[in-house]
Structures are given as C-alpha cells and as structure tokens.
C-alpha cells in the first residue's frame, strides 16, 4: 500500500508540520495552524509522491508569504 519513498518522506516532512502546530499554537498565525492541518491529512489521501512533495513545499511555503 506504502511505498517506502513515501514514507520516508512523510518522515522528513512530519518535523515541518510538527514546527507548524508549536508556532501556531504559541502564536495566533492561523495559516500556520491550516498549513500543520493541510500537512498533517495530505500524505494519507495522495500515494504520487511528485505531486505530494510540491503541495508539501507549496504548504510549507504559505505561512510565510501571508502574514495575518
């Protein structure tokens, strides 16, 4: 069902998503809190990992070009 590269990256990918809910937690930046949501349920709907990587970055990416 799991491909190894995808879990493997889902690994790598967990410590960004895990940083996102400590700082949308201690902040009120809401888009983080959506970017750790978005990143957290993502790599259980999709099994591609190109396209799972550039909505990965596209997500990791979005906190930080709006700010609230």
Known sequence: ??????????IIFSSVWMWYFIYGKKTPNYIALISWIVLM???LLVTNIYYM???WVAFIVLPFLIRW
């Open 41 to 43: 349920i993502y790599p």
């Open 53 to 55: 990587i550039w909505i």
């Open 1 to 10: 069902m799991f491909e190894t590269n995808i879990l493997l990256s889902w």
